[in-house]
């Protein structure tokens, strides 16, 4: 046993120092979408990095016809089937959308099934998706594809994990971008189940650290309540920031729709709400009973849920939310003097405050 003592910070945990600035005058002057290239696909990336997570409550395929109004991305949940998705990556296939998969053969055979039937056997951008980064068998999955024609040049995202070492492990095994985070997410409840997890602040400086040195990317994966926390995390390092709990609750998002105790379709919420009615969503952990359930036959006597489902005030169109959070964004430049995303952090100064405790939906979230 040992322990480390040295400080690691969450999000609540700092704040931006703001600094002079000569140059930026107005936030609609700001630029916030981003163009990267990256160490082995050999697809070019622009557009704002933000992406809806790969749950199926916010990886939706509504979710990515709002998004990409707006220049932002999606990666869809894994749980699609490939039918319900070729036409999507038809139609958009000049567009960065993320094919999400696990690392089962089961989940294998459906990855090979719809590369072969899909633009001549490529797939520009894949997120491959586990709870435990750190198993060997990640490390070896990612190996194997990046031997295989098919995917030689496709942008590889690859997590969950929060240290620089498996940050480079990933890479060198063939990793693009690094998904980073253990436990931050709203729904998430790894952190109290098992008492593993990194403050997600410190997860996101120390991968990026790392990936950046090998010429590779990190995406920022749970943990952002607020816009504030959505800048905080380009700040640290970030190249991306994936999102749920903020996306979820919308018109947009999977989950069901209820006027009490009863269920009602989605097109009927704008009826319901002129009438004064009080709308609920769904919104769970991907290792949550509700999710196991769905997509498992249930949880596994081996093992534990480690999510939780709650439900959330009806939020309307996705557009407003995503309007906030890009809004913050800008601001939090303005206030320290970057004219484009790309220097955020190099102008970030972060200053160690005493911890708040706040939430996006605050006391109107019920957890069930």
Not at 71 to 86: C, I, M
Not at 228 to 247: L, S, Y
Not at 299 to 321: F, I, M
């Amino acid at each position: 046993m040992r322990i480390e003592d040295d400080i690691k910070l969450d999000f609540d945990d700092v704040l931006f120092k703001p600094k002079r600035s000569e140059n930026v005058t107005s936030r609609a002057s700001i630029d916030l979408t981003r163009t990267y290239n990256f160490r082995y696909g050999t697809a070019e990336y622009t557009g704002i990095p933000i992406l809806a997570a790969n749950m199926d409550t916010t990886g939706t395929i509504e979710m990515h016809n709002e998004f990409k109004k707006h220049g932002l991305s999606v990666a869809f949940h894994k749980h699609y089937t490939n039918d319900e998705l070729y036409p999507i990556f038809d139609a958009d296939y000049d567009y960065p959308v993320f094919y999400t998969t696990g690392i089962t053969e089961k989940n294998h055979i459906k990855l090979l099934d719809f590369v072969g039937k899909y633009t001549d056997g490529y797939l520009q951008y894949l997120c491959i998706d586990v709870a435990n980064g750190y198993q060997q068998q990640l490390v070896n999955y990612i190996q194997s594809l990046r031997e295989m024609d098919e995917f030689e040049n496709t942008v590889i995202m690859a997590g969950n994990v929060v240290t620089s070492d498996m940050t480079e492990a990933l890479i060198l095994a063939g990793a693009d971008i690094v998904k980073v985070g253990v436990g931050p997410g709203s729904v998430c409840t790894t952190r109290i189940k098992t008492g593993v997890g990194y403050p997600q602040l410190s997860a996101i400086i120390e991968c990026a650290d790392a990936a950046h040195g090998l010429g590779a990317h990190v995406c920022a994966d749970g943990g952002c309540k607020t816009s504030g926390d959505v800048a905080k995390a380009f700040g640290a390092g970030a190249d991306f920031v994936m999102i749920g709990g903020m996306f979820a609750g919308h018109k947009e998002s999977g989950g069901m729709l209820y006027s009490g105790s009863r269920n009602i379709d989605k097109k009927d919420a704008d009826e319901a709400l002129r009438a004064g009615k009080l709308l609920y969503m769904d919104y769970y952990g991907m290792s949550s009973t509700t999710a196991m359930n769905a997509h498992s036959g249930g949880v596994a006597n081996y093992r534990a849920s480690e999510g939780k489902r709650v439900r959330l005030p009806y939020r309307g169109p996705v557009e407003a939310t995503i309007q906030d959070i890009l809004g913050g964004l800008r601001s939090t430049c303005l206030y320290v003097g970057a004219k484009k995303l790309k220097e955020l952090s190099k102008r970030t100064t972060f200053v160690r405050v005493s911890r708040t405790h706040n939430t996006v939906f605050g006391d109107d979230w019920k957890n069930q």
